[in-house]
Nanobody, 122 residues
């Protein structure tokens, strides 16, 4: 599975961005999909995840109520809608895929895309 995140950019605080991550391969709908982020000088952290069917979603407390993860299995794409962005959301965002039981732990994901930079100005 190859993943390619896009949609990042520079936005003012309070603004919105939508990240996309299309996947290659025919097994997309077998995988849990996750979004993670890494800010300069910080460790990678979990943002959100969605089950293979899209029926179950998981969010970090820091983004709950502001971010929404979704997926379109027909398009083999996962999305992250980010609203009410804050400067502390500034990071490189990565999408990941895997057959996982611990959705919040990055080491459980087998496939990773390159990151997309999100910068939120105050």
């Amino acid at each position: 599975v190859q993943l390619q995140a896009s949609g990042g950019g520079l936005v003012q605080a309070g603004g919105s961005l939508r990240l996309s991550c299309p996947a290659s391969g025919r097994t997309f709908n077998r995988y849990t999909m996750g979004w993670f982020r890494q800010a300069p000088g910080k460790e990678r952290e979990f943002v959100a995840a969605i089950s293979w069917s899209g029926g179950i979603t998981y969010y970090a407390d820091s983004v709950k109520g502001r971010f929404t993860i979704s997926r379109d299995n027909a398009k083999s794409t996962v999305y992250l809608q980010m609203n009410s962005l804050k400067p502390e959301d500034t990071a490189v965002y990565y999408c990941a895929a895997g057959v996982v039981t611990r959705e919040r732990e990055g080491q459980n994901y087998a496939y990773w895309g390159q990151g997309t930079q999100v910068t939120v100005s105050s």
